[in-house]
């Protein structure tokens, strides 16, 4: 069974700082794409950045400059480094990773960690 584990959100003054972490664990293959996408209350999800296994970033417009996509294949971890936080990033955070198991590739969602913005 594959999980994906999400750590390092909570609550940061404006201006701050905050590091989010996602570890792929269990019977994998290799792991493609992750991303991170962000749900805030009464708004849709979204996507925030993405990085292919290669190394291929890509991010919301609205984070460009500010977030810091990366991963560490050898864990299978990916990171979200957060800077220069505002009140409108405070929102519930997804990993999302594309993980081949036994020869297929499957979509797996952490469970969402909070990061709230707030002074």
């Known amino acids: 069974q594959v999980q994906l584990v999400e750590s390092g959100g909570g609550l940061v003054q404006p201006g701050g700082s905050l590091r989010l972490s996602c570890a792929a664990s269990?019977?994998?293959?290799?792991?493609?794409?992750m991303d991170w996408y962000r749900q805030a209350p009464g708004k849709e999800r979204e996507l925030v950045a993405g990085?292919?296994?290669?190394?291929?970033?890509n991010y919301a417009d609205s984070v460009k400059g500010r977030f810091t996509i990366s991963r560490d294949n050898a864990k299978n971890t990916v990171y979200l480094q957060m800077n220069s936080l505002k009140p409108e990033d405070t929102a519930v955070y997804y990993c999302?990773?594309?993980?081949?198991?036994?020869?297929?590739?499957?979509?797996?969602w952490g469970q969402g960690i909070q990061v709230t913005v707030s002074s």
């Open positions: 990085i292919t296994r290669g190394g291929n970033t």
């Open positions: 999302h990773a594309d993980i081949v198991v036994l020869g297929k590739a499957y979509d797996y």
């Open positions: 269990g019977i994998i293959f290799s792991v493609n794409a």
